[in-house]
């Protein structure tokens, strides 16, 4: 009796572990245009194991057994993917999740710089300003303003100070030309 009750036994796991061989497979494609997804992710609820799928969207898990699994599929950037599926032997289980693309609009940078605030005082000869010396030198127009002075070798020729700087000093535009 004993020795029938551990040949059932011995039978019984040997019977489980045989059922216990077969290999879920498939391939992960793109249900628009039928690309194979690689990385995506495959996993079996009741077993807690799963498989990613390798450049050519193809997934592997070995060593399942005979049941009815609940099978997940996701993919970064896709609808994740659940089905039921029975295994009695080697099945063969193809996943299409729909792969979309998550843009990001435009973006634009915009930078405004303050304008510099200088420390030293600006004065200008307006144009009002500079009618009022209409005929005279640009030396004698320029003594109107705070801290300008002239240097005069000449009834016609006067150099401007301007804070005590003269001559190669001064930088003096005449509509933009030195």
Do not use: W
Not at 13 to 19: D, G, M, P, V
Not at 40 to 51: D, N, Q, S, W
């Amino acid at each position: 009796m004993q020795k029938s009750i551990v040949f059932c036994f011995l039978f019984l796991c040997n019977y489980s572990f045989a059922q216990c061989e077969y290999t879920l497979t498939g391939k992960v494609i793109d249900h628009h245009d039928r690309t194979p997804l690689e990385f995506a992710e495959i996993f079996i609820k009741e077993l807690k194991r799963g498989a990613l799928t390798d450049s050519l969207g193809n997934y592997t898990i070995p060593n399942i057994c005979t049941g009815t699994y609940t099978i997940t599929c996701h993919h970064m950037g896709c609808d994740s993917v659940e089905t039921i599926i029975n295994v009695e032997g080697n099945t063969v289980q193809n996943f299409y999740p729909e792969h979309h693309l998550h843009e990001l609009g435009l973006i634009n940078v915009v930078i405004t710089r303050d304008p510099e605030k200088s420390t030293s005082p600006v004065n200008e000869l307006k144009e009002k300003e500079l009618e009022k010396t209409r005929g005279a030198s640009l030396g004698e127009a320029l003594k109107n303003i705070t801290g300008v002075n002239t240097i005069q070798t000449g009834s016609t020729i006067s150099k401007p100070v301007i804070h005590g700087l003269h001559s190669n000093r001064i930088l003096i535009l005449n509509n933009g030309i030195r």
